[in-house]
């Protein structure tokens, strides 16, 4: 009984040390994967941001429709870079998940060429692991000002 209770605390202390480790590879590889979508943002390549997204994939804006596939996607991102925004920057703030799919919760400004916020607001990505890559599968997000009055 006590071999088989030893066993049982070895394994449980063995399982949490590989969970945080799989939370921690997935935030590493999620921030990594915002870091390119910024530096692509920049560059105005919404061919290559929407190559960043699952094939099942949907932005969904706030006070719009959803965006669905790759194509769409493409034309979403190419309409905010022709409509004069330059520059995404993104912070993670909480990160849930790590098994095949992750959420998480952030903050994000766009900025004009001079580097000037446009707009802040907050977002929720639900990430997905496909092809041994982590990917955008559901992007939602909104602005903090206040809608305009009628």
Same mark, same amino acid.
């Given at each position: 009984?006590?071999?088989?209770? &030893?066993?049982?605390?070895?394994?449980? *202390?063995?399982?949490? =040390?590989?969970?945080? *480790?799989?939370?921690?590879?997935?935030?590493? *590889?999620?921030?990594?994967?915002?870091?390119?979508?910024? $530096?692509?943002?920049?560059?105005?390549?919404?061919? *290559? =941001? &929407?190559?960043?997204?699952?094939?099942?994939?949907?932005?969904?804006?706030?006070?719009?429709?959803?965006?669905?596939?790759?194509?769409?996607?493409?034309?979403?991102?190419? &309409?905010?870079?022709? &409509?004069?925004? $330059?520059?995404?920057?993104?912070?993670?703030?909480?990160?849930?998940?790590?098994?095949?799919?992750?959420?998480?919760?952030?903050?994000?400004?766009?900025?004009?060429?001079?580097?000037? $916020?446009?707009?802040?607001?907050?977002?929720?990505?639900?990430?997905?692991?496909?092809?041994?890559?982590?990917?955008?599968?559901?992007?939602?997000?909104?602005?903090?000002?206040?809608?305009?009055?009628?």
């Amino acid at each position: 009984m006590k071999r088989v209770l &030893s066993q049982c605390l070895a394994m449980m *202390a063995l399982l949490a =040390l590989t969970v945080p *480790a799989s939370a921690a590879g997935a935030r590493e *590889a999620i921030q990594s994967t915002n870091a390119k979508f910024s $530096a692509l943002f920049a560059k105005g390549d919404a061919a *290559a =941001l &929407s190559a960043l997204y699952a094939k099942d994939a949907a932005v969904m804006p706030a006070g719009g429709e959803p965006v669905r596939g790759s194509q769409a996607i493409q034309k979403f991102w190419q &309409s905010a870079i022709a &409509s004069g925004v $330059a520059g995404v920057e993104v912070k993670t703030v909480e990160l849930y998940g790590g098994g095949k799919t992750a959420t998480e919760v952030g903050e994000y400004a766009l900025l004009d060429k001079a580097g000037k $916020a446009l707009d802040r607001g907050k977002y929720i990505v639900i990430w997905k692991q496909q092809g041994g890559e982590w990917k955008l599968l559901r992007d939602m997000f909104s602005s903090n000002q206040p809608p305009p009055k009628s």
